[in-house]
């Protein structure tokens, strides 16, 4: 037995028969001990797992799940430190306590055809995972849309969630309320499944399927992940973050869109944006007396996909346009996509710098702007910096400030995609998405992009996927502030949220109720972006949104406050409630408010007629900022059918400093 640190470390090896291997920690907290246990029985189909936190709960498991084949001999211990076995050359398993005893690296070598290790979900509540179509907050309560409420085994990549699983953002990180964590090095051809058919289990699988590389003979199958303890879910991100499983931002990015609300084409005017309607849009922007970001033309305004230039027939001077806005104040972004189109003219001095194949020939994609298309390949250096100048040229040219950078998933590549030695085969494919991304850092700090793979350093904002225009979870506003969360546990705390509204894909115009209440959930977030306008409607609707523009502008020095501080500590700028109070049962669950910082709490009305809504604060004292009398709360504590017409947005702040 070994002293470090003040942790007392016992390997115990039980009989050779069970190959069983019991990790104990007892750790002195105060006057007492509380122990941490992680137990490993091979069962004959492969290898219970039990790890007790020092609070008591446990999490349960079985490595190898049906991974091993039954023609096997029993493994063997490889080593005398007790958590190791092989299976002679076939396979090994491993796992190695980090350094502060709290994670051990789980890591699996085999020549198997695949790996599978599962965890009971048990009765607590979890959090990480991918951005998806119908966002819940905690993710164990993943609504019914996908048929059992759960997930089925499909790729971890990035994606677009109307086409895939997933949408852009993503990492290989869940916890859980009793302060357990994994996070999956991103090394692994990984799968996952979450309660697949109501199975109550979390699947780590491991295996060369589409879209990973196919394995050269004889090439190793890892699984490589860990797995951690500590006493809630807070503990447990703050854990994630000092073990350094992601990077911090390095930078911030442009303030002024922390400050005011981008105004976009996209929405209102879809792809019948022309040069007088942006003109148009603009002085409407300054009739009804907002301030603004940045005004960012959407699609279609190129000739051809991918050709980067303007069509005369709906911009006859585009420099004239961009001159005059900027005349107006307004800084002018251009919408901007990965792809071209077969049809465009500079397609055979393009295909040069698209995604190839294992010939080096152009592959062939389609997009929701073009049946046959490249896909510009930014694995290549000189193909992003060939791409990359002709956007720049746009800027030059035109004198545009920056860009709306779409797409960069991994469902965009083509059918027999090679990337050569460019990326490693364990970085194949999400690694085109973070060679993406960082290609896109060069544009500035007014860049946003909308997929994020290992990409949290790099210091522009990250979009939200297209938001429906509907209330619930069918990727309505319900999952507004459950993806607002997402992000920032992933370490993307410069969110900004889609389009307020969202994308009127199947109407005219959103519904004005939806409108407003979709723009006050907006209000605390980072950035606010409108298309669809106030205007749109009528005068009260303006005066609500100058209302809210303004209170967003109030706070906007908080947020590039805490904007900053992510560069060294990695909070999130929006948090869940249990940031609060992390063992609180109601914070754990709460999908419909959220907190700017430590200080401040935003319940907005989310459902549809209601002008009331119930209303929790977590353990402090609360001060009422939309009640003008300013009544002061001290929580935890419900405000039951807490009135908020259509004009009132519920917000509070601390009065009680933060324990």
Sequence with gaps: MMTRCGLLVAILAASSFAHTDILQSDVAIGGGSKQTSLTVVWNGNGFDFVYQSEQGPQLVGVLASGSIPSDLPPPEPCDQTGLCWSFGSMASLSLTPTLDGQC???????????????????????????EVFDQSWPIDGDTALMGDGGRPDVPYVTG????????????????NTDGFGFYAL????????????????????SRYEFPYPRPIVGQELGLRYFVCSTSDVKSMHLLALSQGFWSKPRDTPDQRVFEHPIWSTWARYKTLVNEA???????????????????????RWESCYGEHQFDADKFPDPAAMVNQLHSQGFRVTLWIHPFINVECASFSEASAHVVSDANGLPALTSWWQGNLAGYFDFTRPSSGDWWSARIFKLKTDFGFDGFKIDAGETNWLPSGFDFSSR???????????????????????????????AAQDVPIFTRMLDKSTAWGKANGLATLIPTLLQFGLEGYP???????????????????????RWMQANVFMPTMQFSYTPWDYDLEVIDIALKMTSLHYQYSGLIVTLARQAMTNGYPINRPL?????????????????????????????????????IYLPKGVWRDEADPSHP????????????????????FTRVSPLE
């Design 277 to 299: 309607r942006v003109l148009s849009y603009a002085a409407q922007i300054r009739q009804y007396g907002f301030n603004d970001s940045q005004l960012e033309i959407d699609d």
């Design 186 to 205: 991103r090394e692994n051809p990984l799968f996952v499944s979450w309660n697949s058919s109501g199975d109550h289990q979390l699947c780590l699988k």
């Design 494 to 516: 410069f969110v900004l949220p889609d389009m307020i509204g969202g994308n009127g894909y199947n109407t005219v115009l959103p519904d004005r109720e939806l409108f407003i």
């Design 423 to 453: 990326l490693p085969t364990n970085a194949t494919p999400n690694g085109y998405s973070t060679a993406y991304v960082r290609t896109m850092e060069r544009f500035g700090g007014m860049t946003e992009v909308r997929t994020g793979w």
């Design 632 to 651: 002061v709360y001290t929580g935890p504590m419900w405000l039951y059918s807490y009135p908020a017409p259509l004009d009132i947005l519920p917000y």
């Design 578 to 614: 249990w940031w609060i109070d992390p063992t609180d049962p109601v914070a754990q669950t709460i999908d419909s408010e959220y907190l700017l910082g430590d200080d401040v709490l935003v319940a907005p009305v989310l459902q549809t007629g209601a002008v009331t809504k119930d």
């Design 104 to 130: 051990h690296f789980v890591e699996w070598k085999s020549q198997f055809d695949s790996l599978a290790d599962c965890f009971d979900m048990g009765q607590s509540h979890w959090y990480g995972g991918g």
């Design 160 to 175: 677009d969630f109307f086409h895939n699983d997933f949408a852009g953002v993503l990492e290989p990180y869940w916890i």
